[in-house]
Nanobody, 116 residues
Framework: EVQLVESGGGLVQPGGSLRLSCAAS????????MNWVRQAPGKGFEWVSV????????VHADSVKGRFRISRDNAKNTLFLQMDKLKPEDTAVYYC?????????WGQGTLVTVSS
């Protein structure tokens, strides 16, 4: 069974940092491009970042560029999202998702709340 499990969310003050993790199982992680997607309260989904199979070509949405960094450890089947300089508007449930021409499999999400 393909499974993605996010962790690392929580409450953080504006300007703070968090590191999200996504543990993958049930498929060959190293052969799949991976994404982070978020959903703010009462809003639609927003794509955040994508990384290719090797981890060499991360791409980020303009809204997080320069503050967030996606990475992966293929030996540990884990995807990461380092989030720095967090803003209240970054408050959302963050999901990791496996790419297979579309966002094929999603995790259950982890909540990030940025508030003083």
């Amino acid at each position: 069974e393909v499974q993605l499990v996010e962790s690392g969310g929580g409450l953080v003050q504006p300007g703070g940092s968090l590191r999200l993790s996504c543990a993958a199982s049930g498929f060959t992680f190293s052969t799949a491009a991976m994404n982070w997607v978020r959903q703010a309260p009462g809003k639609g989904f927003e794509w955040v970042s994508v990384i290719d199979t090797s981890g060499s070509n991360p791409v980020h949405a303009d809204s997080v560029k320069g503050r967030f960094r996606i990475s992966r450890d293929n030996a540990k089947n884990t995807l990461f999202l380092q989030m720095d300089k967090l803003k209240p508007e970054d408050t959302a449930v963050y999901y990791c998702a496996k790419w297979a021409g579309y966002l094929e499999v999603w995790g259950q999400g982890t909540l990030v709340t940025v508030s003083s």
